[in-house]
């Protein structure tokens, strides 16, 4: 009886250990695309305003410029040490011209356009 229960025993944990190396490529690579991880500020549009959400991995310092068509420099601001950067830009009462929102961190440089009419 004994043995009957070790073959048993044998067999199932041989089946689980198949299982396991049969599934185990397929378990890196979701790890492998979680670990990928987009660090571009996201922009979003609604009506006159511009909200900008960026996460900053680092924690180090983030720039945030405005500039107008003519390259002048309308907003600055610099955010240090916070993990989620958030921004909104209210363009209801600016003059009617193209802005251009830079966003500047450790990994890069980012623009976006805003069109005021």
Known sequence: MKSVVNYLVAGAFLLVSAVGVANGPAKSEVEKKLVNVELDPVFVKKGEKLMMNLLNISQGTVLLKVYDSKDR??????????????????????????????????????????AVK
């Open 73 to 114: 420099l309308v907003y600055d601001e610099s955010i240090d040490g916070k993990l989620v950067v958030e921004k909104a830009f209210n363009f209801e009462k600016a003059f009617e011209d193209e802005y251009t929102i830079v966003v500047v961190d450790k990994f890069g440089t980012y623009k976006e356009t805003m």
